[in-house]
């Protein structure tokens, strides 16, 4: 137990390594990312759409593979080892970009496989990196310690200094306007992910203990661990990474298999649970709850995960990014929305303290709604000032800086809510299976966002989206506006409905 004597506002030195460990991984993902499709178009010459199908296939199968890798750090490998192989991997994904982006004049062939297996090594490794991380914070504390939501905030900031950082090193590095700079910015995050990895291996054994100063993530729970030969388990990884690759492949090039099999995972899911025969009715519509929730963030996240596609395309082609003594790189638009993370997040959680001591703190569904409509309202700035505007024309940068500035404010209302509503209505024998719904509305918010960012319109084209046409940016904008803003009206509408469910 922890002594209720330590004082509140000090936290174990152990958060600090997971913080600086994640801190680095975002770092690298964040930072490869506001890149990747400026290297897809302008290095590999990819058009649009395949660049955004490839964006949606990536990011959504990052959000998958974590189900994965949370399931054998729970059955054999505990957290510190899953922690180790997945960053490592990463970083080994990370320097085959490197060298996709130094062959791709000159062996398009061999730069293509790279590319791939690159993309494939950074999904395969995030799984095991990427749950086992976040899921270590809150071992630091004994059961109770209220210090805890603290120490989570702390990490979130971990996070998206990391995601600031990324994008202004990697596109200072790699976005210089001649595509054969690419690869260091990739360079760039594998070190970030070595640093990562170098930090957590040296001092995981001193710091990252529990309150008995008992070294955390070796053992899985109580269970002894399961003993698996070192080759078994390389070639159990090696294979893993293949079929991701395979799938990343497929997914992007021959047709969307993501898509049904996560259609497939939750109803596999859903059965699962419903088929259950011991759940009270108060269970059930809680479960409920859960699942209408993740179905709504799948709206919220397909618009905000633009950022790396479709608006990176916006801020190279269509935005005024020269200030006479520099011009701004479109990557390092990316980091906008971490840096107002860092600035606002303080904000926010005073005014959710200030309106809960009057009684007046909305409800976490209220919260949500109010998330996608600030969303809604970021496009909706955005699409005016485009209104009008003729193609090849740029804009200036105040509509992109304003528009991230309220889909992180959204974004506030939203996130941390949701992670802990799944926590807190999950029945505990399926806390792990709901933890997985969750991630597959993430997974799935990322892939549509690729199908979204496709339509992103060019000379001659005029894409269309269930019979709505897009002529222009407005059009292209406004779609967000109306998907958003109608998840936000109807989450509103039942608001009422979903508090009472979850009783
Ligand atoms: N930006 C946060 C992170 O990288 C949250 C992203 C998300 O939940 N989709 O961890």
Request: with cysteine.
């Amino acid at each position: 137990m922890s002594t209720p004597s330590t004082p509140s506002t000090s936290h174990p030195k152990g958060l600090y390594v997971l913080f600086a460990t994640e801190m680095w991984e975002r770092f690298s993902y964040y930072g490869m990312r506001a890149i990747l499709v400026l290297f897809m178009t302008k290095a590999l010459l990819y058009d649009k759409v395949l660049a955004s199908n490839l964006y949606g296939s990536y990011t959504g199968l990052v959000y998958l593979t974590p189900l994965v890798g949370g399931y054998v750090a729970d059955r054999y490998w505990g957290n510190q080892k899953s922690i180790i192989t997945g960053g490592l991997l990463m970083a080994l994904g990370q320097f085959l970009l490197f060298f996709c982006g130094s062959t791709y004049q000159s062996a398009p062939e061999l730069s293509t496989a790279l590319f791939f297996a690159g993309l494939g090594f950074l999904i395969a490794g995030n799984g095991f990196f990427k749950p086992n991380i976040s899921s270590m914070v809150g071992q630091l504390y004994g059961a109770g310690d209220k210090r805890v939501d603290a120490a989570y905030t702390i990490f979130y900031m971990g996070i998206n200094l990391g995601g600031a950082l990324g994008p202004i090193v990697c596109g200072l590095a790699g976005d210089t306007g001649n595509p054969a700079d690419f690869r260091w910015g990739f360079m760039a995050a594998g070190i970030g992910m070595l640093l990562s990895v170098i930090i957590f291996k040296q001092l995981k054994d001193k710091y990252v203990v529990d309150p008995q100063g008992k070294t955390l993530g070796l053992v899985p729970g109580d269970k002894k661990e399961i003993k698996t030969s070192q080759i078994l388990a390389y070639a159990g990884l090696f294979a893993f990474s293949l079929a991701v690759i395979g799938l990343l492949y497929v997914d992007a090039r021959v047709f969307g298999i993501l898509s049904y099999l996560l259609v497939a995972s939750v109803l596999i899911i859903g059965f699962m649970i419903i088929s259950d025969k011991t759940l009270s009715a108060t269970e059930k519509q809680r479960i409920a709850v859960i699942f209408i929730v993740s179905f709504f963030v799948i709206f919220f996240w397909s618009a905000f995960e633009q950022a790396g596609a479709s608006l990176t395309f916006f801020a190279e082609e269509q935005t005024q990014r020269d200030l006479g003594f520099l011009t701004v790189p479109a990557s390092l638009f990316q980091s906008l929305n971490s840096i107002f993370v860092v600035c606002f997040a303080p904000i926010v959680a005073w005014l959710w303290i200030k309106l809960g001591n009057r009684n007046a703190e909305p409800s976490s569904p209220t919260k949500m709604a109010v998330g996608l409509f600030l969303l809604a309202l970021g496009y909706l700035i955005i699409a005016f000032g485009v209104k009008g505007v003729q193609p090849g024309v740029k804009v200036s940068m105040m509509w992109l800086t304003s528009m991230y500035a309220l889909h992180t404010l959204g974004e506030l209302c939203l996130s941390p809510i949701g992670l802990s509503l799944v926590n807190k209505l999950a029945p505990f024998r399926f806390a792990s299976l709901l933890m997985a719904v969750w991630f597959l509305a993430n997974a799935a918010a990322n892939k549509f966002a690729g199908v979204l960012s496709a339509l992103y319109p060019e000379a001659g084209k005029t894409p269309q989206f269930l019979g709505y046409q897009i002529n222009g940016l407005y059009e292209f904008f406004i779609l967000f506006v109306l998907m958003a803003g109608a998840a936000s009206l109807i989450l509103f509408m039942v608001t009422k409905k979903l508090q009472k469910m979850m009783a």
